[in-house]
């Protein structure tokens, strides 16, 4: 069979070969898994080079540098976790809300307009109002098929909130109806948060989540 590049392999070929002095880093995110991450253990070494299951080897500038965001180390191997450097950050103590504000500040000053200081203030106040029950009410109430942390469903929830907030679905600073803007940012929210935080709900289940997300909106759904 022809070998083919898969994605990290490509990227790095494609680092290697810039002449830019500027530092470059590659975040790799997710579990770590025992086929590939021994792999890793070539360029993770001072003398960072990659060697391929064709043969082949890329070597990384000095410039480039690996960012593994990972849940837990349950299946990497002593040779792996004596290369790397660890910062280890507990989630349960960090929360949610860093994430978020950095979220919030970043589409309010590059979301095309979308929200405005009102827009911005009740995008707070929804996330305040909603999130931390949302949550717990998962936690204790409903059975998830994929269990997922708190973290990766709030950043679901912004992300399909930022592709929402959009002027093709009449969110705009400029809208000429100030309560028409905000109750379109409330309904998007709203149907945000259940395709989110309520994704890997299993199927009976989901009724609940319906009944206490009516149960705390004021929100005509």
């Not at 500038?61 to 976790?81: H, I, N, W």
């Not at 100030?178 to 994704?199: D, H, M, P, Q, R």
């Amino acid at each position: 069979r022809e070998w083919k590049d898969g994605i990290l392999s490509t990227t790095l070929r494609k680092v290697s070969e810039s002449n830019s002095a500027a530092w470059k880093w590659l975040v790799l995110d997710g579990p770590v898994d025992t086929l590939w991450i021994e792999s890793m253990n070539t360029v993770l070494d001072d003398n960072k080079v990659l060697t391929l299951i064709n043969g082949d080897r890329i070597s990384l500038p000095p410039q480039v540098f690996l960012l593994f965001e990972v849940e837990d180390l349950k299946v990497a191997s002593p040779a792996t976790v004596s290369r790397v450097g660890i910062v280890y950050v507990d989630d349960s103590l960090l929360g949610w809300r860093p994430y978020f504000k950095s979220w919030l500040e970043r589409i309010s000053t590059s979301s095309g307009g979308v929200l405005n200081e009102s827009g911005k203030q009740c995008v707070q106040r929804l996330f305040d109002e909603y999130v931390d029950d949302m949550l717990r009410y998962r936690k204790h109430e409903c059975r998830q098929q994929i269990a997922i942390t708190d973290f990766s469903a709030v950043q679901s929830l912004c992300n399909l909130l930022e592709c929402n907030l959009c002027a093709g679905n009449g969110v705009r600073a400029d809208h000429e109806d100030g309560n028409a803007y905000i109750k379109l940012i409330e309904y998007w929210f709203i149907f945000s948060l259940v395709w989110s935080l309520g994704a890997t709900i299993v199927k009976e289940d989901r009724l609940k989540i319906d009944a206490f997300v009516r149960k705390q909106t004021s929100i005509s759904l």
